[in-house]
């Protein structure tokens, strides 16, 4: 699946399905997507799918097979949806079975390309539970015994505010029937479903024969989310300790069982996203996950059954991602800290609350404590004026020093705009500092920073540090050691600034700004260079470049 961006909302069942797969038929049957919706506009009373004349069309243009299937898979592929109550989704924005309706020929290349089937997305629907399990029938067989991308849900309506009729439940069975039977070929599974609803597949593998093989051999990625939001099951047991290849793992709505993840190949596991889950106790995590690469706690609440006994030394983890809502901050802080991960290189705070310095006063003792060289810091938070001293104090720490990029999120950028008169976003102060002649020991290894926010400045010249800092020329190429960074008395020269990004509105309530402010033409040339060579990116926040 190719990296997903964030379209709208998206159908009850992810695209057109055939009932007949021969291309040859005169009277093709097929289901839009609208069909699938609520409204039923494409059934007939018996509830079928109306028939539909052969499709007209222009044939296809002249090209190899390979390369027509190229641009069907490209055109086909989904996206990750934004965040919604229930977590991304996956979307699609063009169907594999609209191809069919264009014309003959279409179809034929289509139905031929076995690529094009390779990622399922389906939306469970009560009404229609029988007609999609029959379209999935011939979804896997179109597949042709290729890998599969496998994305189920049941949207939280059904489940909350329906209570499914006994044929209902055994349709759904039939339909989990299905997919388990073709578990051999996933390669990705994200499933958001109610939690009875996992007892099925974790039925489907602790039946399966041993003749048959492992149930998840080629399993690479797995992602389970629990939708209701008034109570929080156990981690169901899918069995995949019979995942051999299984390296990323993410869980939402979770409580941890007693024995932690031992349902999974925690050996083997190279990236772990947990998302509002309980019980957690950090300490066991990173001792049960010795080849954890990247690890993501998001609103997550941790264990205080029993008093964490020291820390571990986890030497893989590279990447650190932490959010926390107000409420909970201040306990998991002491969960991380009390460990070594002295191979840490990046890391990545959100929350929702401003980062006072009483929080960012632990982050460099932990740095020191593990031995790591940070070379990335992400900071998401209520950015407040009087917050930005404490910001840039933290910043000239000797622990942050070694920072090769920098990015600041104000965490309220969608919130009301009222907060401009409360003096939220960052201010000249903040960037006047980056000034080489400020202090050349002030993140001195700096090459990329990006601000997502907004702009306590009047005027356009609050980018001249950076523009200072891109024509550098003598640059020291690599961070200190862990040794070098105790000591910065003398700077060994200011990186050269290889990208700044500024995503703010150029014209706001408070204030605007202008390229054209500067009065020297040579100055304002500069700018449109860097601007062209990507080296400096003034976005508003729609995305759209400043004027």
Known sequence: MQN???????????GLLALHPSPEADNHQHITVNDTQEDDGGLDDSGLPRSHAEPKGKDLPELPHDILSLIFWHACQPVLSARSEYGPRWERTFYPLWLGKISRSWR?????????????????NFKKIGIQTDLLREWFGRAKGRLLDVYIEEPHRAHKLIIPLIR???SRVELLDLISQHSEQFQRIDLHLPFHLYQYFADSTSTRPTSEGPAYPLLRYASLNFREKEEVPEIPELGFKEAPFLCTLSLSSFRMRPNGLSFCPTKQITRLVLDSCRNLILKNL??????????????????????ILGGIVHNHLRILNVEFTMQVFAVPRSHVMSNSLPGLESISICVAEPLRSVDTQHIPPFLEHSRSILTCLTLEFLITAELEYQLIEFLSLPAISSLRELHIREYSIHGNLLRHLLGAGLGRTFFDVLHPDEDPNYLPHLEIIEYEGLLAVHAIDFIEPLIVRSRIRTRSDDPPSYEDSKNLGISEGVATLRKATIKADQYSEVASFSIAEYTDPHYVWEIIQLMEEGALRLLNMDGSLWE
């Open 168 to 170: 209902d439940t055994r």
């Open 4 to 14: 997903r961006g964030f379209p709208s909302e998206g159908p009850s069942y992810d």
């Open 286 to 307: 990173l001792s049960d996950f010795p080849r954890l690469n990247e690890l993501t706690l998001t609103k997550c609440k941790f264990s205080h059954s029993r008093p």
């Open 108 to 124: 034929e290349t289509a139905w031929a390309s076995s690529e094009l089937w390779e990622i399922i997305v389906l939306r469970i």
